[in-house]
């Protein structure tokens, strides 16, 4: 009996260390979500910044003016951002970058959008000394697009 309850335990604790590690790559995922997030905006508004200026109400911005982006310019502002937050946003991810190629800067109708991929390795909790032993972790990707529309 005592040999049944010692296995049961160990597999009832390896179901909660799978949880959990499952959870934290999760919330890794995320992370890099809001990292791409953050960069596809921060380019949008600084292409609006840079070529007029713009109100915002509620969360909603409008752009007064034309704004013209290009995909260097939607790239380099996206990595800009990626460096001004890098360490403090990025949790345990490790290698955050702008994917090449996968930023979009474009201006049409009025509407200023940007579309980026960024990639990362997530270590997840209980198991990150495992996998960042084969390749650094586990790979993760996070697409994003924001936009902001002129008036």
Not at 30 to 59: I, K, M, N, V, W
Not at 111 to 117: A, H, I, T
Request: net charge negative; charged share 15%.
């Amino acid at each position: 009996m005592l040999i049944l309850g010692i296995g049961l335990t160990f597999v009832v604790m390896l179901f909660i260390a799978v949880g959990v590690a499952l959870s934290g790559l999760y919330v890794q995922q995320r992370q890099l979500e809001d990292l791409a997030d953050g960069a596809a905006t921060y380019a949008a508004q600084q292409a609006s910044f840079e070529a007029s200026t713009q109100t915002c109400a509620f969360g909603v911005c409008h752009v007064l003016g034309d704004a013209a982006l290009t995909d260097s310019q939607a790239e380099l502002h996206a990595r800009e951002y990626l460096r001004r937050v890098s360490g403090s946003n990025g949790g345990d991810l490790a290698g955050v970058s702008l994917l090449p190629g996968t930023t979009v800067g474009r201006t049409q109708g009025g509407q200023v959008r940007v579309n980026l991929s960024l990639a990362g390795r997530a270590n997840p909790p209980l198991i990150g000394w495992l996998t960042s032993q084969y390749d650094g972790g586990i790979a993760v990707t996070a697409i994003s697009r924001a936009g902001l529309f002129e008036q």
